[in-house]
């Protein structure tokens, strides 16, 4: 197994590394008849994709996904999905410097121990751009779940925080932006600090934030597999990720019940929403919103001293072209984990319920 | 499936609700041949059962564990290790007041909506009660994990913050008071309030810190099934978590890179550890530290709206035996997740690694 | 893991040796709001049970199955459903001999060598009592498919054939003799063979054949997962069984094409059935048959050769109460596992099909 | 999930229709550090291919591998494997002839019910094509298990049987003639039959054998998993595969115990191995031998009665190059998926056993 899986019903597995020669995925359990709308689907990858703005890592990569099976005549088949995305603008050489050492926090040093050696070009499959085959897959999953709309969005860059609740937020603005923040005061702050810190060689953390509307009532298990643990999950499996919270998360262990319960409407909805839309790990219908940590991207432009292979300690400056902050790209990527989570726990519904 | 297992070698899988006959479960997938030390079992069933103190809930249950199956002579089998929990002290007519009415901020509504019907008494599945099964089989996969230390302990209660390092804590007297938190200064004070708390009728959330000594190298699988994305499924899995956060956290999403790597000493450890013990997934031997966000508990002993299911707003006391703040009872439960998920990884270690 | 589940939405998972505390197991997935005839799954026990007549191990087992969850007021509620069957007639001593010594053609042998050692009470797992546990979850799943009938009956007994078509048997015959073989004049002969087997101390072999009515189109995945690969699994998962073929099996292989082919109706059924009801690894309506082969049961009441763990051949005869040929119990167990396989087969039809 | 991958550990999904653009999969699960030999690889897939000797069909497909992933210096680094094999010579419009019929004992029917159309192109996923991918995997997973060995050979095609015992037969003749019979003879007479039978524009059935020697004690789980049960699983899994049996079979079911049963040596060898190497699921270090039915291919160059999708009754006649009898193509299939199922064995057995 070794984990390149994810999802029961809906699941999609993903191969590939950095500098290989393609990323790509299947998608199993995708159902039948649905009409692909193949423009949304490349929308999302250039989303994500480098290069995309001044921001971002300069690497220019296509990112064109080609698709291979499961769709006949422009719509799914049932039958599974399988497709590649062509590494077209590999610099390998960038890469020789780190064959023999071990990049701080990164997971070179963990690879080797592991594995016992590593493809050390570009990361291999440490590298963040595995997500790319995440991203096709959430996109598919978004299709199938046409009246819920997800929307991430970048909250925080560095010690910046835009403190708007979302539901003073105009999501129509977050990709009017190159930060993707839909509040463009905010985002132009942002984006000031990120090119000063790309001046600088260095790097920034960064939160990103998501809503997701109009949600049925009943996805989601209750013990093992809650809605909000597979969620969890999901986001902490994108790289650089440190946190989640959803709700009131961290700041509601500070509160009493008698103010954190959420009472109701006669209609079933609540007049607040401290608890997230999730009740006992299954949604109730309000909106889910959730908060993810990404920590700043290890490799900078500045000398610092890593570990080689010998165990001796080596001085290096990070070369390549990469990211001075993750979190305007990973708002696709959080989008698609979202809904790969959400296209599952649909089809599983669908199985159980008093319907039946 | 409906969720109801976790792990994939070393496999637990449970059943029953707050009153029905009995808890119980299944640990497919123990190792043979490991001599089982029951009365480490049944200490952590009696840091987790009710009754304990007098600041958690006055339930009395005696929460003893009979094994079924899978063990002979003292030994485990290899085969799956069946087990019940009776539940003996159940007071049923406590809770027929719930039976037309959903509760604000517990699963009552949902599972109405998703299953057509639920069984009420006493929070059926939903009921933390559950974890029982999971403190079982915990405690056998520590068993399995002899060298590595599972350290869970309360770091704050409501606003009450212990913001002291790990390092600076012993762990040896986290048992030493009911709150479990290893500060006795910090364990008195948030003690009181949990008393002040319940004379309100109130309850109040808090947060529990754990920390995994001892690791071997390697732990963890690089893409989705990331080990910081397990512990987090695997916390936030638990009743009433909101927030799950490893290493730096959501604090490190405001430093630099710069700031923010860990350097290497010679041997391969890190002078610093904002990673939190884990690089690109995998266990790179140093601390795993993180931190779980637990929200009050719904049931306070104050009248509250409710709906029942004819729609209609409802006056509502909560009557029976229950938690004013959930962390102390959690800190073993915290432990039992941990080691769930530490043993599957380790034994899907065995099978990959540079050794075959 | 280590293979004690079945399933993938609709979940068993057993526990349990020959002579432990009890057996059970755990249903997951079975859908909330079936109204349960509890009536009609202990007489699928008691069809099981041994002691029922004279041609079976004399062995009194009432095999009663406890509810401990998942059920509230005779509904499923869509919770686990976890069973306990407790061992109340163990006579361990008849076993003491077995200790120390590998039986002929049993799995004593592969267990020590697997595992380090044996609970060797009565076979412990490798018992045929296990089944007791799939027979609980099928008679379940029988009342997912009500309109779905399975019917197993003994087609051979050693050499003895009742070699009519399924379409020629009367399957209401097939509970009125102890043999479990719808032909009468069959079942006398076959009776009459197993009690001279019986007195000379001997077993023997045999077969039971299936047929499945009123299945509805589209079952079964096209891959690996082909409706007849999961029945073939399932009956090879039980105890004893050498052999599955289905629809025209080993004799179709000496056919032609032009012979073999099924010819359409103008209402997509077929003029002939060559194909067993399945095409492509789907089920096409038309009814579902296929023949199980079981091997005699290895343990006689006749002096044999065994190995003991020092390495020397001993003399041993078999004690206990065993069954002289275990086709006739074995009817039951057969059913219940193609109720298993079809019940998840029909949950996971609902969330690819057209209908989406 | 739909059931396009096979195994737990060492996994294989498959993706890809007969006239699309390409096949393939990925291989999540193999160990690092294996050199492997890619001459070996396409060597396997030469066996399969289509258009090898006159008796097969004569469609030409080089169905060259490419390894897009998990691969580096020629090593595997324990990254999925992910691997295309493009179809280069596809006719479709050999096949719009079927676009609105169902042909006789063939998926199209069964497709246009359960998922509302079909790639109706060549069969699309129905076509034996698929098993491309599973001889790709299969060759990698005989690389982990080096010493175990897998011989699979034709022993029947239609009526013509080879009735020597496995014992007596030279694998090392398997490969001498396009039957793919090592007796010599026996190959002859086939392959005659096979020629007569294209010539009459019809297609004949066959059996493939198998047998693996060199077998590790303590391959298998005991009740579900049991190592036969996924053999058998395996084999059904196959295009056009009726039925399975291993060791005595349904042969077998006529003896008395007292033949039956295998009677130790006092190393743990056994003197007869009518238990085919298995007992109660687990390899005992015996040779592993079964037997697999094929039925005719339902492709037929005469005139038959077929349905199209306004329920008429049409007249059709077979176009495209089908084999008239697919055991000899079927024997690297066989070989490759007994090496699936053994290395995921294989793998699972290094986590749970006494050395623990």
Redesign the interface.
Known sequence: ??????G??F?I?????SH???????I??C????TLDFEAIQLEMSRRKPGQSAIVTQRKEPDDV?????I?EG?T??????F?IPNTNQKSDDYTHIKDN?R????D???D???????YRGG???SAR?TASRVVAGAIAKQILPTISINAYVS?V??IVMDKSYKDLDFSKTESNPVRCPDEASAVIMEDYIRE?RK?G??????VSCVIKNMP??LG??????L???L???M??I?AV?????????S?????????????????T?KTN???GI??????GMDIYF?V????????M?K????NNK???TEMTGKGRHDPCVVPRAVPIVEAMVAIVLADFY??????????
């Not at 121990?113 to 493809?119: A, E, L, M, S, V």
């Not at 009740?279 to 109730?284: A, C, E, P, V």
């Open positions: 197994m070794a984990g390149n899986s994810y029961t019903l699941k597995t993903t191969f590939g590394e290989g020669i393609a990323l790509g995925g299947i199993d359990g159902p039948s008849g649905i080609q698709f291979l099976s499961g006949f719509k088949t049932g039958m599974p999905i399988g590649v071990y701080p926090s990164h997971a040093y963990v690879y121990q592991k594995y016992g050696f590593r493809d291999g499959r440490s595995e925080s560095g010690p810190i600088q260095d790097t920034v953390g960064g939160t009532v009943g298990e209750p013990v093992f597999d809650k909000h643990a597979e969890g999950k999901a902490l499996s790289n440190k946190g989640f919270e959803f709700g009131s998360g961290f509601g262990t500070a509160m009493k019940g008698s103010e954190h319960n959420d009472l109701y409407n006669t209609d079933g609540t401290l608890s997230g009740q006992g790990g299954i949604s109730n908060r940590a990404f920590k700043p991207v290890a490799t900078i500045q610092q001293d890593s570990l165990g001796e300690i089809l599983i519904n669908k199985t159980y319920n008093k319907d039946f």
